[in-house]
């Protein structure tokens, strides 16, 4: 199965991002509330054993619950245009440790280490080839003050991907607590 490895959102937070998608950008596909969440590490396709030594590795981690404020806007582009339109995280050490941490237990596992560096972000949109990058910069201008109340985490969670009619289906596997 396609797995990953993500902090799964309160839907105080979710609803607060749902408010600023949605709207404004032709192109764009606004991801929808189940789905949002910050990706703390991509895993890919694993096989059921591969899958259980990951879950092994986590389930032995020790991390400690943190607080979280997600703040401001961005874009990923690819070839000189945008694909993804993003919230950003405030400085956090403690979120960065806790992606080490996971980062360490993977390789621990077997996993080849992950080259890219760590970009803590919630995907609020996918965007299309056609999309509108003038309405875009005005969107991520308009909202770049955008700053949601701190929330605690207290977990991260090992999900599952598997491809949906309009978009992917997320399902939590398993959820790991941080003491
Ligand atoms: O957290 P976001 O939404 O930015 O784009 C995928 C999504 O990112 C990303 O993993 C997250 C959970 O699906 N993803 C998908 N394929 C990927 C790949 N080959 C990937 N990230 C890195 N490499």
Known sequence: MRLFIALDLPWELREALLRLSGAGIPGARWVAAENLHLTLRFIGEAAGHVA???DLALSALRGR????TLAGLGTFSKGGRST???VGVERNAALDHLQGKIETALQRAGLPA???RFTPH???ARLDTVVAEAKLAAFVQAHNLFRAEPV???HFTLFSSRLGKEQSVY???AEYPLG
């Open 84 to 86: 993804a339109l993003w």
């Open 52 to 54: 259980e030594d990951i």
């Open 171 to 173: 399902t939590a596997e």
């Open 114 to 116: 992950e080259k890219r």
């Open 152 to 154: 605690r985490v207290e």
């Open 122 to 124: 919630v995907t609020l």
């Open 65 to 68: 619950g943190f607080s979280l």
